[in-house]
């Protein structure tokens, strides 16, 4: 059941994905990690509403995105919750919702660019694609390749774009 | 020594990749032929050796050239980017199949990037030996330096070890840490804040039980160790030229900076060393190494062998 300040400011959508139980103000980081630039560039039929410092029961306060007929991808969501453990993912097709519970992946690739510029993953010219392993207790993402550390925290300011 | 199904076509990109008992059969083969000089001579005899050093080096093309030759291999490649096809901007993944093509049966690899090595071994089915990539690793070398320990004390577990200079940048000095690891040692990482060890050495370090310490200046545990391992800190690494006017004097390793060391320690550098350890110290009991520097034919010649399962 949405909270009363949402639904006084967006409708349901019927075909899309809503992120919610995002710390307040933090929408724009989602923004980043799910490359929602790319979406204009694509000039796709695609409406966001971003929702900030909402009321929420269990959260006090929180941030919405919900995005009309985009399904945003699994591995993705996945990414996003590195930063944001508590965050819920719902996909709506129809007007049905399911639920996507995000988990912190194992590996990761093509979606992080290592931190450490001389990696041989940021090698314009090499065919390869950055990975990363994860050290879940330290919430630490490692290079596959040169073993440099990332935190979770830090993982938004390296989406690939 | 016969060949080990833990060596049999395997890839050598990171000392981290290692455990104890492939060091010990390692530091037991060297040992062998050290013992029984030319056992190994023409073991390889009509295999190809790739030598793809895409940043310059000597010391270490040489002894993997030599030690290549000593076992009967053919020898191709190139010992820096200059007059090489790298010049033009071929890729190290180009150059890899190019050799996979003329047939070498190893890759021995030096690249700027880090990571380097290990890219090549995912698209190569060739064993690769990494002879160095960027900043972070040199494990052959680790081997080199983990002989010289071994050489001088018959052991490794037990002693203290000192890890001096540009721990950051230096690969030499994560390797060594990773490959010490294994064993039941004490370590000091000796350095400025700014060429401290970088984290994920000590974070593995410590998953495996070995929690070093840090020190900023040497004169505070001289006295208590066993190896000094030194490294050279190169003035471009520190940004501030002040902070390296004042940090360098504390790193040099000469008689009065040992003072208060005990009799049987023994100092060891990668070499080639700049002013960072005295050769006032060369003819003392101290030095161990030239002695590790000469260990690092036979161990290259140890490793290719027990890689492609050549002759016992």
Sequence with gaps: MPDESER?????????????????????????VLRMDKLARMQ?????????????KSFGRKDIVKIDKWHVDEKDADILCLVFPNITVNYIDEGKVSKYEPKVPDTIEGRIRCPELNCISNTEREPVLPRFNTLKKERLLQCHYCD?????????????? | MSPSADFLGRDVVSARDFKRDQFEQLLHGVEDLEKRKGSLDGALKGKLAALLFFEPSTRTYSSFQIAAEKLGMRVSGFAGPTGSSITKGETLHDTLRMFEGYGADVFVIRHSKMGAARFAAEIS????????????????????DLYAIHKAFGRIDGLKVGMLGDLRYGRTSSSLAYALSNFDVDITFIAPDALQMRPEVTQLLKQRGVT???????KSVAGSLDVLYVTRIQKERIPDPTEYERV?????????????????????????????LSTEIDETNYAQYF??????????????????????
């Design chain 1, 44 to 56: 796709a039929d695609v409406s966001v509403a971003i929702l900030q410092n909402v009321t929420s």
């Design chain 2, 212 to 218: 070093p310490k840090k020190e900023s200046a040497l």
């Design chain 2, 125 to 144: 089915d060739t064993p690769v030996i990494s002879a160095g990539d960027g900043s972070r690793e040199h494990p052959t070398q680790a081997m080199v």
């Design chain 1, 8 to 32: 006084m400011l967006v409708s349901r959508i019927e075909e899309g994905t809503v992120i919610d139980h995002i710390p307040d103000w933090r929408a724009n980081t989602v923004s980043r």
């Design chain 1, 148 to 161: 440099a550390l990332l935190a979770f925290d830090s993982v938004p300011e390296y989406v690939r774009t």
């Design chain 2, 248 to 276: 360098k004097g504390m790193y040099e390793v000469n008689l009065e900076a040992l003072r208060d060391s005990k009799p049987s320690l023994k100092v060891l550098h990668p070499l080639p060393r700049v002013d960072e």
């Design chain 2, 291 to 312: 002695v590790q520097a000469a260990g690092g034919l036979p161990l290259r010649m140890v490793l290719l062998n027990l890689i492609l399962g050549g002759a016992s």
